[in-house]
């Protein structure tokens, strides 16, 4: 099955950019998500791409699509203490209503 | 406000003492969804509903049950909880089944 991976602890200086990196192992995968959970909270759809594009870009967030090396990344510009959460990555497949979520990504942000 | 409650948000219980988590949405979405949630796992998908009468299994259901005897609700039952159950547990509604949203959890603990 779907196997969705992600570094554990990501740590950035406030105002310089954070890269937050998954890979997954379904080539079939049609639709990928980041969501961000912040603490004591539920998870909150940041953005998503599907599996034609290469790259999306909304306001500080670009994520970018490598299907070659089934890889996907997600740069937050500009990084704020406010960006400080967990970040989960998610893929989907077409004929599939399920979701396969990464173990997340501990993003903290230094003042 | 277009939200996914879930209640309790916290309820701590015995072995073997049946319970009832309850998910409501109020966004008219066809599909729903239970995950739990535990440390360096990520979300690991429980059952899910495409619509009214229509539930599957997913990645991990022993030990749960779920209905969909209405669009908005989709009730999480644990007929005999185990201490393993203890988890952080999340409610989603999609109108497709990808882009999904999720309610603010419940954490459970089992003793």
């Known amino acids: 099955g779907e196997d969705v991976e992600q570094s554990l602890f990501l740590s950035v200086r406030e105002g310089d950019s954070s890269v937050i990196n998954c890979t997954y192992t379904d080539s079939s995968s049609t639709y990928l998500y980041w969501y961000k959970q912040e603490p004591g909270a539920g998870l909150q759809l940041l953005t998503y791409i599907f599996s034609n594009m290469d790259m999306k870009q909304d306001q500080r967030l670009t994520v970018l699509l490598n299907k070659k090396d089934k890889h996907l990344s997600l740069r937050i510009a500009d990084t704020q203490t406010g960006d400080s959460a967990i970040y989960f990555c998610?893929?989907?497949?077409?004929?599939?209503?399920?979701?396969?979520f990464g173990s997340g990504t501990r993003l903290l942000v230094r003042p | 406000e277009a939200q996914v409650t879930q209640n309790p948000r916290y309820l701590i219980t015995v072995t073997g003492k049946k319970l009832t988590v309850t998910c409501s949405q109020n966004m008219n979405h066809e599909y729903m969804s239970w995950y739990r949630q535990d440390p360096g796992l990520g979300l690991r998908q429980i059952y899910y509903?495409?619509?009214?009468?229509?539930?599957d299994k997913g990645d991990v259901p022993e030990g749960y049950k779920v209905s969909r005897k209405e669009k908005r609700n989709f009730p999480l039952i644990l007929e005999s909880p185990s201490p393993n159950q203890t988890s952080l547990y999340f409610c989603a509604s999609s109108l497709t089944g990808n882009e999904q949203f999720f309610g603010p959890g419940t954490r459970l603990t089992v003793l």
């Open positions: 998610a893929v989907a497949m077409d004929s599939s209503y399920k979701l396969i």
């Open positions: 509903s495409m619509n009214v009468e229509v539930t």
